[in-house]
Structures are given as C-alpha cells and as structure tokens.
C-alpha cells in the first residue's frame, strides 16, 4: 500500500557525536507531525553507526564549515543519501518519502508548513515537475556559483559551456528532498551518495580557483546541485526544474504569514513561487 513517511536526523550533543542537541526537538518534531505520515523516522549517528555499510558515512573530519557549524562531526551531511537509500529499501513503491533537515530549532519556520495537505502537495510537485524527485529553488537570485565550489562544478562540467550554464544557474537548496518511491529516485539516490563519500567534492576544500563571486559552500549541497543539473543536460529532468519555490521553505501554496517564535511582529508571508528553470 502507497503512503508518505518523514525521515531526518539528528545530533545528540557535543559530548555525544560534536553536534548541537537536538533530541528533544526531534520528539517534539515526531510528536507533532505524527498525524500526517504513516511513519516518522529519525536517526542520530549511533544508530546510523549501527546500519550495515556505514563505514564511509557520517565521520569526522578535521575542516570546519564555518557557515555549518558542526558539519564536520557528521560527515558534511553526506547521511543524507545513506538514509533515502536505506528507508527507500523499505517503504512500498511508488510511496513518497520527505528527507527533511532535523533542525526546528534553527527553523522553527518548518513547522509552518501545510502538513496537513502534505501528501497532495508533494504528489503535485513530482507530478507537475514530470519527475520523481523534487528539491526547490533557493532563491531564484541566487546563483549556483555563490555557494558550490568551482572544484566541484569543474569536475561534473569539464566543457566550457555547460560550465557557464550550471554557475549561473539558479542554487538548489538540499534540506528537504522528496523522492516517489520508484527504480528512477533509487538510481538518482544511488548515485549521489557514492558521490557524498568522496570527501573532495563535500568538504571545504579543496578549491583552488574559486568564483570571484564565491561565499561558501554546504555539504552535500554542492553535490546535489551538480547532480540534478547533470541529469537536466542529460535529458533526464525537464528543462525547467524544478518548478516551485517556497518562502523561508515552508512548503506551503497559499500565504498563511507566521511570525518568529518569541517574536509578536512583523509576519512573514509563506506560499510559493512558480519558477521556471530557465
């Protein structure tokens, strides 16, 4: 039988595995959105430890991310490619699976989102974008070559042109991947995690000939963009992917304004963008 499940991880402390702690915030997280999955799954990095093949996955490593604080303590996020492999092996076909980023603490703005809905929304997004997959936008000002390493964009895009296309191109934002439940969000899953456990194209460097325009990087992030938009030259993704973008990433199609918590001013709108990929 079809259905929807949530998966995200979570760091436990520093004395633990180096992260903040967020144990409590998951609870609260699987408490709160348990009415709107069949199952909500979470994982820390002693019981992704625990997995079968997680050898190469979620280690430490020396270089910090100054912009993602902790990142290194858990592998520059490359679990997440571990973990949508290993719930997809387990969930039905053609279900929909949600990696969503643990950090409501951060982003208290998630729980904003219309989760209620959460299931037609996401079969929208596959079905409009005429994929298995989905990730949004970031910000369509936002170009792929503020925050993914030229390192990592050379080695996917050695031609020229390809390469200036896939820098100026909009940046894909990594914290929440929603997949269906089919051979093609397998082989796509596949493929970006044995690209996260080479540590070159995730890590901080190397990056011998940044962007005059570059910031920083994120992780896996870097990977995934070079990915998706490898698959859009291949002709594997529709030209304009991924259409929709959503403010302060809250998956929401209507403006419902929501204000910071502990904050009693300024709303914020929500609702989503219709971009066209261009």
């Known amino acids: 039988m079809k259905g929807i499940y949530f998966l995200s991880f979570y760091t436990e402390g520093p004395e633990i595995d180096g992260g903040f702690n967020l ?7 699987k408490e709160r959105l348990s009415p709107y999955f069949d199952e909500i799954l979470f994982y820390n990095k002693r019981e992704l430890k625990g997995l079968p093949g997680s050898e190469e996955i979620c280690n430490y490593h020396e270089e910090e991310l ?3 604080l902790n990142a290194n303590h858990i592998g520059y996020f490359d679990f997440k490619g571990f973990l949508i492999k290993e719930t997809l092996s387990k969930i039905p076909e053609n279900s929909i699976l949600i990696y969503h980023d643990g950090n409501f603490e951060k982003n208290p703005q998630y729980f904003e989102s219309d989760w209620e809905n959460i299931n037609p929304i996401c079969n929208r997004l596959l079905d409009e974008n005429g994929s298995d997959i989905f990730v949004q936008i970031e910000r369509s000002e936002v170009p792929v070559k503020h925050h993914v390493k030229s390192y990592v964009i050379d080695k996917f895009f050695p031609n020229p042109q390809e390469n200036y296309i896939v820098r100026n191109s909009p940046l894909l934002n ?4 929603i997949l269906r439940n089919t051979d093609f969000s397998r082989n796509f899953i596949k493929e970006y995690l044995e690209l ?5 194209l995730v890590a901080k460097s190397p990056d011998p000939n940044p962007d005059p325009e570059f910031k920083w990087s994120c992780g896996d992030q870097d990977v995934l963009n070079c990915l998706i938009y490898k698959y859009i030259l291949e002709g594997k ?3 304009n992917f991924p259409l929709y973008s959503f403010l302060y990433r809250v998956i929401r199609f209507e403006n419902k304004p929501f204000v910071w918590e502990g904050q009693s001013w300024n709303p914020h709108p929500t609702g989503s963008s219709y971009i066209r990929n261009t």
């Open 237 to 239: 993704l529709n030209p």
């Open 66 to 68: 100054l912009m993602n």
């Open 174 to 177: 990594a914290a929440r991947i």
């Open 23 to 29: 144990s409590e915030k998951s609870k609260e997280v």
């Open 196 to 200: 996260c456990k080479d540590k070159t």
